[in-house]
């Protein structure tokens, strides 16, 4: 039913993040010492609309909304993490993202999930998965957002790749984009953080 396309979408990515989690399986079973290092890293770009469509929902709620964008971030160092590997890493981050939102608006809380690639030769390939719209460093915990924090992606980015030293490593962070939604028919602009560690062998 077409009500649950964009649910099988979120799944096969899911699959890929599990697939993720199990490399380098031997580290994770503590097998082998382990390289745990530090990411702190900071974008801005476009994410640029390339589909928007509603979702009819099978209840009497308002339609859904699916938005499929076209992802352009361009790196910045964040010089407060002065690590050899933060250093290292760098490039743009690009792909493709799928957002479906509630209550009939693109500004809606809902879910988003995707997959990039990230670095100068798009060498870290992985999966960004989270809520949106939805601000979590609220009251009664923080006085930073409101609870329904519209243009506010939060989540996860788990990704793998090799590296010449390291050798297979996996990417576990933590992300925030803020969506800039004065042109939203088209696209928005970006800002985002994403903060992590690289685990290696």
């Known amino acids: ?3 649950y396309q964009p649910m099988s979408f979120i799944r096969q990515q899911t699959d890929q993040i599990h697939a993720l989690r199990r490399t380098p399986r031997e580290n994770r079973l503590g097998e082998v010492p382990l390289s745990v290092l530090t990411v702190s890293q900071i974008f801005r770009g476009d994410f640029h609309v390339r589909d928007r469509r ?5 209840t009497e709620a308002p339609a859904s909304i699916v938005t499929d964008y076209d992802v352009a971030l361009e790196h910045l160092m964040n010089s407060d993490c002065d690590t050899t590997l933060n250093r290292e890493l760098g490039g743009p981050l690009v792909g493709q993202l799928r957002m479906v939102t509630a209550d009939g608006a693109a500004s809606g809380r809902g879910l988003h999930t995707g997959a990039v690639t990230w670095g100068r030769r798009s060498e870290i390939k ?3 998965t989270g809520v949106s719209n939805a601000g979590t460093h609220h009251p009664p915990l923080y006085d930073a ?4 924090q519209a243009g506010q992606l939060v989540g996860r980015f788990d990704a793998a790749f090799d590296h010449d030293v390291l050798g297979p490593c996996l990417l576990v962070a933590s ?3 803020d969506l800039d939604r004065s042109d939203d028919a088209a696209g928005t602009t970006v800002r985002g953080i994403l903060e992590g560690v690289v685990i290696g062998a």
């Open 1 to 3: 039913m077409v009500h």
């Open 54 to 58: 509603p979702l009819p929902n099978p």
């Open 126 to 128: 992985g999966v960004l």
């Open 145 to 148: 957002v409101a609870f329904d």
């Open 175 to 177: 992300y925030v984009f």
